[in-house]
Nanobody, 117 residues
Framework: QVHLVESGGGLVQAGGSLKLSCAASGTIFLVDIMGWYRQAPGKQRELVAT???????NYADSVKGRFTISRDNAKNMVYLQMSSLTPEDTAVYYC???????????WGQGTQVTVSS
């Protein structure tokens, strides 16, 4: 079992920055894939960014060049640095941990990010 806790959301003006953090506890594997997803009102949850244990990153086209995902395996943390935020980035952001070794996926409770124009 894995428990994920996000933090760092809030209200920010357009053009501003926020950094989200996700702390993981429980049964952790180094090969886990960490990611961030978001869900805006009335929309489906969508991938924002992922970070594999091998160091590969993947970003949604809408956030490329503005968001950066990073992870600290020693602390079981994953981060999402967001800059040049726009109102379209307003959503609940969810931390995700995919464990291919045991075929399980876990989600955090989500943190609200609101970008005002």
């Amino acid at each position: 079992q894995v428990h994920l806790v996000e933090s760092g959301g809030g209200l920010v003006q357009a053009g501003g920055s926020l950094k989200l953090s996700c702390a993981a506890s429980g049964t952790i594997f180094l090969v886990d894939i960490m990611g961030w997803y978001r869900q805006a009102p009335g929309k489906q949850r969508e991938l924002v960014a992922t970070f594999t244990s091998g160091g590969s990153t993947n970003y949604a086209d809408s956030v490329k060049g503005r968001f950066t995902i990073s992870r600290d395996n020693a602390k079981n943390m994953v981060y999402l640095q967001m800059s040049s935020l726009t109102p379209e980035d307003t959503a609940v952001y969810y931390c995700n941990r995919d464990q291919p070794l045991v075929a399980r996926t876990y989600w955090g409770q989500g943190t609200q990010v609101t970008v005002s124009s």
